[in-house]
């Protein structure tokens, strides 16, 4: 059990621990893992792991609403104190860096433009400002704090673009399902067989977007932007 560590997880001021495999708890944080129990060495929750003190059922009642095992190692894996090597920390923090970074290039545009930042741009500025991440906190939880900070350097707004799309006859089945894909609002046919779409969706994918559209259609799509 060299690879043993105990997993904490604080609730109104009371203690919750288990026994992990080191390994298998990165992996199940990470989502390589799907089954927590897979991760625990021993199958019981205490509050004092190291005493063998087990937690009472009452207690893990009204800190998690289940008594489900899977469910409450489940908690504790994804939002408790998990000892990691330095190097599955470090794995795990450029890992929820990255997807911090997708959320912002995802959603959100330079104001002045209207445009799309690139994720280069977005890391870049997050460098410059020393932007610190919690490897352990949900990267949706952590990017309003950040944008905050990343704003002072590069101007944000998260926005969504509301788009016209008219495609050819010959591209229309190619192309539909990249519509609904895109946030297809509503459609009309034409009389000349040409499709008329309205989409929605984060303004940050405009380029990709006109990217996989130029593509599927030789670049004969007429698109409008109605608002962003």
């Known amino acids: 059990?060299?690879?043993?560590?105990?997993?904490?997880?604080?609730?109104?001021?009371?203690?919750?621990?288990?026994?992990?495999?080191?390994d298998k708890a990165y992996d199940y944080i990470t989502g390589k893992l799907q089954d927590p129990l897979s991760a625990l060495?021993?199958?019981?929750?205490?509050?004092?792991?190291?005493?063998?003190?087990r937690q009472s059922q009452e207690k893990l009642k009204k800190a998690f609403n289940t008594e489900d095992l899977s469910k409450i190692a489940?908690?504790?894996?994804?939002?408790g104190n998990v000892p990691l090597t330095t190097e599955q920390r470090n794995r795990l923090l450029e890992e929820k860096r990255r997807q911090i970074i997708n959320v912002i290039a995802t959603n959100a545009i330079d104001p002045r433009t209207n445009a799309p930042h690139t994720p280069q741009?977005?890391?870049?500025a997050m460098n410059e400002s020393r932007i610190s991440i919690d490897p352990f906190k949900p990267a949706t939880e952590q990017v309003e704090e950040i944008v905050k900070k990343l704003s002072i350097k590069l101007p944000l707004k998260f926005s969504s673009v509301r788009m016209?799309?008219?495609i050819s006859p010959q591209f229309t089945n190619r192309c539909y399902g990249l519509l609904k894909q895109y946030g297809l609002k509503s459609e009309r046919w034409l009389n000349d067989g040409s499709l008329f779409a309205?989409?929605?969706?984060?303004?940050?994918?405009?380029?990709?977007?006109?990217?996989?559209?130029?593509?599927?259609?030789?670049?004969?799509?007429?698109?409008?932007?109605?608002?962003v």
């Open 164 to 166: 016209e799309v008219t």
């Open 1 to 22: 059990m060299s690879k043993t560590v105990i997993a904490k997880y604080i609730v109104a001021g009371e203690s919750f621990e288990i026994f992990v495999d080191s």
């Open 41 to 53: 060495e021993v199958e019981d929750v205490f509050k004092d792991a190291n005493k063998g003190d």
């Open 74 to 79: 489940g908690i504790i894996l994804k939002n």
């Open 121 to 124: 741009r977005i890391e870049n």
């Open 198 to 227: 309205t989409l929605e969706f984060p303004a940050g994918l405009q380029s990709e977007f006109f990217d996989k559209l130029n593509s599927a259609t030789k670049g004969s799509a007429i698109t409008k932007i109605v608002s």
